[in-house]
């Protein structure tokens, strides 16, 4: 059956959002009539390479935690990446999700099954503009500078091949959304003509924030395990062990939720991997750095040659550990 008018208009319009994607879709209908059509983003994140929503420069980026995180982080060898219902704004993903689906079975399945990394350029602790907005991410994610910012690396030539994980800097604001209003105006213009359209463009609602995000200036990392997609995750393993996905509920946080808190389990290197594929559809991202926050004025050195230590264990090399360039800043006394 040829493309209706009404599904090539359709189209058209989400190649405003996204240029050059290969745009999958299932269709009902009987021999000369189509009545339903759905269209949707397929799983490989080469087909976000050429809109805003695939990130573009170099993969090296810093992730705040905590003390008893970064130790479990290289003990476990993984990080964890926490579905939507662990957001600090629990209408984040309406905030331009109301503008794809009112459908509330897809909503449920996004919240659950969507996994994020949250994290910010290199450059934010090293800019000698960015020292205001880092002091506040310290305060905010790093324990209020008793804790530590991780800078992870990703190799460069890896994302292309990714299946089911996304990475793209989060756009804030409404203006960000406009390509978005103009396919949901589209929508509404055509409801009452045949096919009956419908368009999931999940992947790329996850990295839209309202304004008064901007200071964070975040970039994610997504894991889409949503159940409506038409193919399951890829399963990536090492030495005949799955390694990915592997999908945990997280007790203690859902204990006093009215919905389950998951994360995903993402290994990062270490001594066992020799050497990343080239085949690879997973990020395997590395521990280059670990900078201890504001706080560790005293005990620097005792913090710092137990995490050396911890990672010549258990991830088999030792990253580069350094307080943070905040700290003769905090603790001046003039």
Not at 21 to 34: A, C, D, F, Y
Not at 126 to 142: A, V
Not at 159 to 165: A, E, K, L, S, T
Not at 308 to 331: A, F, M
Request: hydrophobic share 30%; with cysteine.
């Amino acid at each position: 059956m040829k493309q209706t008018v009404k599904e090539k208009r359709i189209i058209k319009e989400i190649n405003q959002l996204v240029p050059s994607v290969t745009i999958n879709s299932t269709r009902k209908g009987n021999v000369n009539e189509v009545n339903q059509a759905h269209f949707f983003i397929p799983t490989d994140n080469k087909n976000l390479e050429h809109s805003e929503y695939f990130y573009k420069g170099r993969l090296r980026f810093i992730h705040f935690t905590n003390l008893i995180a970064i130790q479990s982080i290289i003990t476990d060898r993984n990080l964890r990446l926490y579905n939507l219902r662990n957001l600090n704004d629990p209408r984040e993903y309406s905030f331009t999700g109301d503008l794809i689906t009112t459908d509330a079975d897809r909503r449920k399945d996004a919240k659950d099954n969507f996994y994020l990394l949250s994290m910010c350029e290199k450059s934010l602790l090293t800019s000698k503009d960015t020292k205001e907005i880092e002091f506040n991410m310290w305060r905010l994610y790093g324990n209020n500078g008793e804790g530590v910012a991780i800078e992870l690396s990703f190799d460069e030539s890896q994302p292309v091949n990714w299946n089911d994980y996304f990475l793209s800097k989060v756009l804030y604001g409404a203006s960000s959304k406009t390509n978005l209003k103009g396919l949901n105006k589209l929508q509404s213009q055509l409801e009452n003509s045949k096919p009956q359209v419908s368009v999931d463009l999940g992947q790329i609602v996850c990295f839209h924030k309202s304004r008064l995000f901007k200071l964070e200036q975040e970039v994610r990392l997504l894991f889409d395990h949503r159940k409506i997609k038409t193919v399951g995750p890829t399963t990536y393993s090492f030495k005949n062990e799955v390694t990915s996905p592997i999908i945990r509920t997280d007790i203690s946080k859902s204990s006093n939720r009215t919905h389950t808190i998951k994360y995903l389990e993402l290994p990062i290197y270490h001594s066992k991997f020799k050497s990343i594929s080239d085949e690879a559809k997973i990020p395997i991202p590395k521990i280059e750095k670990i900078i201890l926050g504001y706080q560790f004025k005293d005990n620097f050195e005792t913090v710092a040659n137990h995490l050396k230590d911890l990672c010549n264990k258990q991830l088999g090399y030792v990253p580069k550990i350094e307080k943070s360039r905040l700290t003769k800043w905090y603790h001046d006394s003039q």
